[in-house]
């Protein structure tokens, strides 16, 4: 009876070992850029294998968990997706992702002249990152709940940590959308064309005269070429 016992409990201590071993986690860590350096915020990193997904941060840093011989996929907007398979069993993988850029069409859409450039890069964006942004956000109890003692909370409260992050990217990604606008109107050729400036001194002045969102929805390019002339005028004559 010993023996039996003995037998069963090695048998259960191997079953408990081998799918801890199966459980065992990686980390999976690093920087995405590009091949100027340009780091990549936002970037999607998914784990094909398990399901997982995870984004890089403004500094282009990513982490996601994974296991030994998964496959992770590193895509952002405008640049060839690239692979990853997980090598270790437990511990930290750190790898930094360089991305090559590609070209601007998208499969599935059509390229009329009724799309902009700006537009068919939004399209992709919003398609890339529509896991997240339609996800619901949590309201407190009732939608109605007075501020104050006494309040009541969602089981899966407004303010922990996760819905805390999806609102911060919905709002990241809401202010990255009007600075590509921004950007595919105020463009280094059209300043340099209107100012003549080059190098530096473009940067710069680009940088001190940064367009607001609301002015480059609503002004036209005529205007805006004599909107970019008096900028230069004010700017040029504090130098």
């Known amino acids: 009876m010993n023996f039996l016992a003995r037998v069963i409990a090695l048998g259960s201590f191997f079953c408990l070992a081998t799918v801890q071993l199966l459980q065992a986690q990686v980390t999976v860590t690093g920087m995405i850029s590009d091949s100027n350096k340009l780091v990549l915020p936002y970037a999607t990193v998914s784990n094909i294998t398990n399901g997982k997904r995870s984004l890089s941060d403004q500094g282009g840093f990513y982490k996601i968990s994974a296991s030994r011989n998964d496959k992770l996929v590193f895509t952002f907007v405008g640049y060839h997706p690239d692979t990853l398979v997980v090598t270790l069993t437990t511990g930290t993988l750190t790898r930094n992702m360089v991305m090559v850029p590609a070209g601007k069409f998208l499969k599935g859409v059509e390229i009329t002249t009724q799309y902009t450039p700006y537009q068919i890069d939004s399209i992709e964006r919003r398609k890339q990152y529509g896991y997240i942004l339609d996800l619901p956000d949590t309201h407190l109890a009732g939608d109605n709940t007075p501020v104050g003692a006494g309040v009541v909370f969602s089981p899966i409260t407004r303010f922990s940590k996760k819905e805390k992050q999806k609102r911060q990217f919905k709002k990241n990604y809401e202010q990255m ?39 480059m929805r609503t002004i036209p390019n005529n205007d805006l070429i004599y909107w970019i002339t008096d900028r230069y005028k004010a700017w040029s004559g504090k130098k």
């Not at 606008?181 to 300043?191: A, E, G, K, N």
């Not at 340099?192 to 607001?212: C, E, I, K, W």
Request: a negative charge.
């Open 177 to 215: 959308e009007r600075e590509k606008y921004i950007d595919s109107r105020f463009t280094p050729v059209l300043v340099h064309q209107v100012t003549g400036l080059a190098g530096d001194s473009l940067q710069h002045f680009m940088r001190d005269n940064y367009p607001d969102y609301n002015l």
